[in-house]
C-alpha cells in the first residue's frame, strides 16, 4: 500500500526566500506526481505534474524533481511571495485505476 | 480553460438522509474519480469509475455510497444514509487518459447534523 509523507508539516519563511519542501513515497513502482496547493476551505489547485519517466519540471517559480528509485520528490519555490501562503500537497498516482494517494500536506506560511 | 465544477458548493444534512453530490466532468475525459478530506485530515479516494463502471473502490466506499452517471455528463456521489462522519469536502477529478493530470473540482463540503 503506497504510504505518502511530507516534511515539514509546517514552514514559516520570510519574503522573497527560496524554499524547498519534501514529499516521500513508499513504493517507487508509480505512474506520475503531482503537487497541488489548495487555499484553507477550497479546492485543490494543481501545480506540477512529472510522469514517472521525467526527473523535473518547472512552471514559473517553481521546479519540481522526482527520484523514483528513492521515493522522493522535491517542490522548489523561489523568491516566495505572501500569495504563496498555502498548504502544498503531494500526490503520487499508482497501482489500479490511476488512483492518487496524497500526503498529509506542508502548510506554507510567507510574512511580508 | 475547461474546468470540473461540482454542485452543491456547500450541503448541510440531517443524518440518516439522503445526499446527491454532483460533478460536471471536462468534455472529452473519460476517468472519473470521487475523493473526500475530512477536516484537518488527508485527501482520500473514495472510486473511480471509467466506462460506466466502477474500476476500483476504496474501503471507505461502503454500501451507502454509489456512483453513476445518469445522462452521460454529469458524474454523481450518492450517499443513502448519511453519518455523522460522513461530514467532509467531497472532490470530483476528471481525467482524459490514464497516466495524465487529474483535474479536480473545487468540491462540496458536506456537513451532518
Known amino acids: 500500500k503506497q504510504e505518502v509523507t511530507q516534511i515539514p508539516a509546517a514552514l514559516s519563511v520570510p519574503e522573497g526566500e527560496n524554499l524547498v519542501l519534501n514529499c516521500s513515497f513508499t513504493d517507487s513502482a508509480i505512474y506520475n506526481l503531482q503537487w497541488f496547493r489548495q487555499d484553507p476551505g477550497k479546492g485543490l489547485t494543481s501545480l506540477l505534474l512529472i510522469q514517472s519517466s521525467q526527473r523535473e519540471q518547472t512552471s514559473g517559480r517553481l521546479n519540481a524533481s522526482l527520484d523514483k528509485s528513492s521515493g522522493r520528490s522535491t517542490l522548489y519555490i523561489a523568491a516566495s511571495q505572501p500569495g504563496d501562503s498555502a498548504t502544498y500537497l503531494c500526490?503520487?498516482?499508482?497501482?489500479?485505476?490511476?488512483?492518487?494517494?496524497f500526503g498529509t500536506g506542508t502548510k506554507l506560511q510567507v510574512i511580508p | 480553460e475547461p474546468e470540473v465544477t461540482q454542485t452543491p458548493s456547500h450541503q448541510v444534512t440531517q443524518m440518516g438522509q439522503e445526499v446527491i453530490l454532483r460533478c460536471v466532468p471536462i468534455s472529452n475525459h473519460l476517468y472519473f474519480y470521487w475523493y473526500r478530506q475530512i477536516l484537518g485530515q488527508k485527501v482520500e479516494f473514495l472510486v473511480s469509475f471509467y466506462n460506466n463502471e466502477i474500476s476500483e473502490k476504496s474501503e471507505i466506499f461502503d454500501d451507502q455510497f454509489s456512483v453513476e452517471r445518469p445522462d452521460g455528463s454529469n458524474f454523481t456521489l450518492k450517499i443513502r444514509s448519511t453519518k455523522l462522519e460522513d461530514s467532509a469536502m467531497y472532490f470530483c477529478a476528471t481525467e482524459r487518459e490514464r497516466q495524465e493530470t487529474q483535474y479536480f473540482g473545487p468540491g462540496t463540503r458536506l456537513l451532518v447534523l
Open positions: 500526490a503520487v498516482n499508482s497501482g489500479g485505476y490511476q488512483k492518487v494517494t
